[in-house]
């Protein structure tokens, strides 16, 4: 579990933002209500809701020490916390009322981006999920928590701490954990039919691929390393007198990975290391001790164990590896175009009150670009992580991984690496897996 550092972090709360955009009498522009800091369609985000959250992430920031909660347009209150917490330090240079209060402005507009964010990012999941009817029950939310928080928190204790440092209670966390299960549920409809898989799709892929699943030549060695070629010719003259591999290994050996196995170097690939290396032990003959070797990592002595041939997986024993690859495309291709659509869609209906226009309002400052983080839930700070949200808002790990959607937007509707470390249940949407990285299934897989 891991309970919200809000975006790529977790938390959130109670604030008054007194002043902000308090001097336009008849709304914020755009057909917001005074009251409100955005309108999505015909829904409303309060400018109560904005404060609560924003407060709840600057005690996240805190990191269980003293929030210190931005209070726009003036900065009073901020500007005179930091100077109070700048005095309490024995040495601490002396700063300018002006310069902690551009200190607070900046946590402020940080701030700000996180929360307007989530809480947009929110009204477009909760939205999409109504025209979908896709629905998900109390009963459901809270099962989904109640696993995590046992997973996360075995004490009690632990976790009433982590509810105290984040400033999270247990309300916000449960509407977190609703989110990230009505994301799981729309990824599973909007890719639902799109990945059927027939037999002619499998045969057609390992006609196009077959090289992928075939395995080159491999032998098992027993190795010593040395620097040196007078340390690697004594070590050979062990190996001929008759001590074992794993004895001279131990004694003479630099690899230590080798070393920690007895001298075993198993599952050498053809074409796959060093070619001095490659070219001597693909042409030795197995129980043979060949070498010194010389090497760009020094001088080895070894013999081959094992000798094992180049093989071909059959059609077969590939099918289960092409299904599941094509179906992770086809996935990945039915949400890319979801998501593209499902962001357009709905930021033509989201209007930002003047002072809190993020690149997700359709009024939004013409220099924004589409930044927001993949989990649109507030950071609880102000240093993005990777273009999202500060560390240290709550332990890694010991929150429950629901409790914060992965972006309050379906899985994929941010950019990549935005969403919260670890904020929501590994597994609990269907997040398509990319094709691997290596070109080359292990056989029977």
């Known amino acids: 579990m891991t309970l919200p550092r809000l975006t790529p972090s977790r938390s959130l709360a109670t604030f008054a933002l007194a002043g902000v955009c308090a001097a336009v009498a008849a709304g914020c522009g755009n057909g917001v209500p005074a009251n409100s800091v955005a309108k999505v369609g015909d829904s409303n985000i309060t400018k109560d809701e904005f404060n609560r959250w924003l407060k709840n992430a600057a005690s996240g920031q805190s990191q269980g020490g003293t929030a210190v909660v931005p209070d726009a347009p003036d900065f009073k209150n901020c500007?005179?916390?930091?100077?109070?917490?700048?005095?309490?330090?024995?040495?601490?240079?002396?700063?300018?009322?002006?310069?902690?209060?551009?200190?607070?402005?900046?946590?402020?507009?940080?701030?700000?981006?996180?929360?307007?964010?989530?809480?947009?990012?929110?009204?477009?999941?909760?939205?999409?999920?109504?025209?979908?009817?896709?629905?998900?029950?109390?009963?459901?939310?809270?099962?989904?928590?109640?696993?995590?928080?046992?997973?996360?928190?075995?004490?009690?204790?632990?976790?009433?701490?982590?509810?105290?440092?984040?400033?999270?209670?247990?309300?916000?966390?449960?509407?977190?954990?609703?989110?990230?299960?009505?994301?799981?549920?729309?990824?599973?409809?909007?890719?639902?039919?799109?990945?059927?898989?027939?037999?002619?799709?499998?045969?057609?892929?390992?006609?196009?691929?077959?090289?992928?699943?075939?395995?080159?030549?491999?032998?098992?060695?027993?190795?010593?390393?040395?620097?040196?070629?007078?340390?690697?010719?004594?070590?050979?003259?062990?190996?001929?007198?008759?001590?074992?591999?794993?004895?001279?290994?131990?004694?003479?050996?630099?690899?230590?990975?080798?070393?920690?196995?007895?001298?075993?170097?198993?599952?050498l690939v053809k074409g796959k290391q060093d070619p001095a290396l490659d070219k001597a032990a693909f042409a030795a003959k197995k129980g043979k001790l060949e070498g010194p070797v010389k090497t760009q990592f020094g001088y080895y002595v070894f013999e081959v164990t094992k000798t094992k041939p180049a093989s071909q997986q059959s059609l077969a024993q590939a099918k289960d590896t092409i299904r599941n690859l094509l179906r992770s495309q086809r996935q990945q291709k039915a949400l890319d175009s979801f998501v593209k659509d499902f962001r357009k869609k709905y930021k033509e209906k989201t209007n930002c009150a003047k002072d809190y226009r993020v690149a997700e309002c359709k009024n939004a400052p013409?220099?924004?670009?589409?930044?927001?983080?993949?989990?649109?839930?507030?950071?609880?700070?102000?240093?993005?992580?990777?273009?999202?949200?500060?560390?240290?808002?709550?332990?890694q790990g010991a929150a429950p991984q629901g409790a914060a959607p992965q972006g309050a937007a379906p899985q994929g509707a941010a950019p990549q690496g935005a969403a919260p470390q670890g904020a929501a249940p590994q597994g609990a949407a269907p997040q398509p897996q990319q094709a691997p990285s290596s070109p080359t299934p292990q056989p029977g897989q």
């Open 366 to 395: 013409k220099s924004s670009t589409n930044t927001a983080p993949g989990g649109a839930a507030p950071q609880g700070g102000a240093a993005p992580q990777g273009g999202a949200a500060p560390q240290g808002a709550a332990p």
């Open 79 to 267: 500007t005179a916390t930091l100077k109070k917490q700048a005095a309490a330090q024995k040495g601490a240079p002396k700063q300018p009322d002006a310069a902690l209060k551009k200190q607070c402005k900046q946590q402020f507009d940080s701030l700000k981006g996180e929360v307007m964010q989530f809480l947009i990012q929110a009204q477009w999941v909760q939205q999409e999920a109504k025209n979908r009817d896709v629905k998900v029950s109390d009963a459901e939310v809270q099962k989904s928590f109640d696993d995590q928080k046992k997973q996360a928190f075995p004490k009690a204790a632990d976790y009433k701490k982590f509810l105290a440092s984040s400033g999270m209670n247990e309300k916000d966390i449960l509407y977190r954990v609703k989110l990230d299960q009505l994301q799981t549920k729309l990824t599973q409809k909007v890719t639902k039919d799109k990945v059927k898989i027939t037999d002619a799709d499998i045969q057609d892929y390992y006609k196009k691929n077959k090289a992928r699943f075939a395995q080159p030549p491999r032998r098992n060695l027993n190795v010593v390393l040395t620097k040196t070629k007078p340390k690697a010719d004594k070590a050979r003259s062990q190996l001929d007198g008759g001590k074992s591999f794993k004895t001279v290994s131990k004694s003479l050996s630099i690899d230590q990975a080798s070393k920690a196995q007895g001298g075993k170097l198993p599952d």
